[in-house]
């Protein structure tokens, strides 16, 4: 027997067939790849039947009795077999240094930090305090850091930053009066007066003559 494959057009047998030569005889079988009788051989579409072998996250592409598969974007492999390709672990993803990556099949997203502002990729410092998204009490001082603030009690004051209560400097023995003067404390200060008798400053006095 002998088998001649892509010249049994001869014997009527398709171009993409193989003739089979027998005793007084012979026969055509269309190739791996595509579908007929033998005379007339049409390609078979295996990417359209579902017949390829290609990986659920990989593209098939039919061609002249064959097809190929390569893996989607976001993957990596053979077409057959396709893993998830980690963006954010090789740094493949390009998210800004101030921003998270999340990993995500055949894909990524990147988002800004608490305390910045952007697309992800693009991440600039929310200034809370000219915003006024601190949360600093009405007696303390905001100041801006990158991704962060902080509150500082002002002069007089005494607290967290979030929470600031008055000193009363008379009471504390924090103020510098006269021993012959009068304290009197006032929000976030206080005044020192000469007593009866004396003059001055308050934080100096002396006895009127």
Not at 103 to 122: E, K, L
Request: charged letters at 15%.
């Amino acid at each position: 027997m002998q088998v001649r494959s892509g010249i049994g057009a001869g014997a009527g047998c398709d171009t993409n067939a193989t003739c089979v030569n027998i005793p007084g005889s012979f026969s055509c079988a269309c190739n791996a790849g595509y579908a007929g009788d033998g005379a007339a051989c049409a390609d078979i579409d295996e990417c359209s039947t579902g017949s390829a072998n290609c990986h659920e996250n990989a593209s098939c592409e039919n061609s002249a009795g064959a097809f190929s598969c390569s893996c989607d974007v976001g993957y990596a492999g053979d077409g057959v077999a396709c893993t998830d390709i980690d963006e954010c672990a090789t740094g493949a993803a390009g998210c800004d240094s101030d921003a998270s990556c999340v990993n995500a099949p055949g894909s990524f997203s990147c988002a800004c930090n608490a305390g910045y502002s952007g697309d992800g990729m693009a991440c600039t410092d929310i200034d809370e305090c000219a915003t006024d998204a601190d949360d600093c009490d009405a007696k303390a001082t905001c100041e801006n850091s990158a991704g962060s603030f902080s509150c500082a009690c002002n002069d007089g004051y005494a607290g967290t930053g979030t929470a600031c209560a008055d000193i009363d400097e008379c009471a504390t023995g924090a103020n510098h009066c006269d021993t012959n003067a009068s304290c009197e404390n006032s929000a976030g200060s206080f005044s020192c007066t000469c007593n009866e008798g004396y003059e001055g400053t308050g934080t100096d006095c002396s006895d009127v003559d």
